[in-house]
């Protein structure tokens, strides 16, 4: 079994920032992409970046040159490290591990970018 549990999440200014966070634990191999998605009310779920195991990463075309992935293997732990927020960034982020076909999802984190 695999757990992901998300934290970071609030409510933060336009403009401002927020870094995310996504633990991993569980039954896991070495091999294995985690990402960040987010949804937001009324909305689909949608990309905002993904790194695979050898650290590549690709983002969601309106997170580019504001978000940034990365990722520590020794504390199987993500980041999503959030800057710049505008208000069309509220949703709730959610992180994801695919490993061998299969997907696990964490519960997710709000995010909320208001005056």
């Known amino acids: 079994q695999v757990q992901l549990v998300e934290s970071g999440g609030g409510l933060v200014q336009p403009g401002g920032s927020l870094r995310l966070s996504c633990a991993v634990s569980?039954?896991?191999?070495?091999?294995?992409?985690l990402g960040w998605y987010r949804q937001g009310l009324g909305k689909q779920r949608e990309l905002v970046a993904r790194i695979t195991s050898a650290g590549s990463s690709n983002y969601g075309d309106s997170v580019k040159g504001r978000f940034t992935i990365s990722r520590d293997n020794a504390k199987n732990t993500v980041y999503l490290q959030m800057d710049s927020l505008k208000p069309e960034d509220t949703a709730v982020y959610y992180c994801k591990l695919e490993q061998y076909g299969v997907a696990y999802w964490g519960r997710g984190t709000q995010v909320t970018v208001s005056s």
């Open positions: 569980g039954s896991i191999v070495n091999i294995y992409t």
